[in-house]
């Protein structure tokens, strides 16, 4: 943790350098200078740009979920303007965007949107430069909170955790297929890391919850649908079989391949090498028991 810290300190400091030294080469402003502050401000937008992409990468890979939250937690303002950072800062690498008058008014050019129509408007230099400091340090200190604290920005005031805890029971049968598990309170909980498990021990979510948060663990053909129930593997009860399954180095839960004791099919195994793992228990083949919890 502290070298990725050390890192970010180290970019942080760069982008500082480079943001003073552009605001001396704007007090000192004459004909034939203003390539010293535009040097400056394109230094300082790398420096900004890096920065925000490794502690991006760094809070990711500390609370997957957390860094989710936040980005789904910003608003259109402000994701399109760090759509518009990363862009001018592509663009600026490759050619000259830059329009000075006579007044020495430095003027950024319009750049051409990608994968969609519309180019962003010009801008001035001088106040973007200021802004788009201020906007970075917020973004880098966002990621920084959740590195080092992994603390849940999560609005979850939308679901209803299931007040007892429950075991499942094959619909055809009865016979028992799980543990008796808890609903789990804070999505912040699951891991959207590949061969780790997806919930922790002896928990449940449904389909639905996930699908709503944004956090489904995989994409593809064999996603997880809202009519079901998603456990950690370890909360399968002793008695239940699984079977091979299609898959690279395990099951990818395309098939039902999780049975009973009596042989009734009751959930699917996702254990491949890509994916965090779990079973998917579709709420038609299952039925719940709660366990009362008197204090």
């Known amino acids: ?130 802004e788009v400091k201020q906007f970075a340090d917020g973004l880098i200190q966002a990621m920084v909170n959740i590195y080092t604290s992994s603390s849940a920005h999560y609005d979850q005031s939308w679901r209803t955790v299931d007040l007892h805890r429950a075991s499942y029971y094959c619909r055809v049968c009865g016979a028992p297929v799980t543990k008796i598990m808890s609903h789990l309170g804070n999505l912040s909980g699951i891991s959207l890391k590949e061969k780790e498990s997806y919930l922790p021990r002896a928990t449940y979510v449904y389909g639905h919850e996930v699908i709503k948060a944004e956090l489904l663990p995989w994409n593809g053909s064999n996603e997880i649908t809202e009519d079901e129930l998603v456990i950690s593997i370890d909360s399968l009860g002793r008695d239940v079989r699984k079977d091979p399954a299609p898959g690279c180095c395990g099951p990818d839960s395309s098939v039902l391949n999780v049975f009973c004791r009596e042989g009734h099919p009751i959930g699917r195994e996702a254990a491949d090498c890509y994916m965090p793992h779990c079973i998917r228990l579709p709420l038609t083949h299952v039925q719940r028991l709660e366990t009362l919890d008197f204090i």
């Open 1 to 130: 943790m502290n070298r990725h810290l050390s890192i970010l300190q180290f970019k942080q400091a760069c982008a500082d350098y480079h943001y003073s030294q552009a605001q001396a080469a704007l007090k000192n402003l004459a004909a034939g200078q203003a390539h010293i502050l535009i040097a400056e401000f394109s230094a300082m937008l790398e420096v900004l740009h890096t920065g925000i992409h490794l502690a991006r990468v760094s809070a990711y890979k500390q609370s997957t979920v957390d860094v989710k939250a936040y980005m789904n937690s910003l608003d259109a303002a402000t994701l399109e303007e760090l759509r518009y950072l990363e862009q001018l800062v592509q663009a600026n690498r490759i050619d000259h965007l830059f329009d000075i008058s006579d007044a020495l008014d430095i003027t950024i050019q319009p750049i051409q949107k990608r994968n969609e129509r519309g180019s962003y408007e010009a801008r001035s230099l001088i106040p973007y430069m200021s």
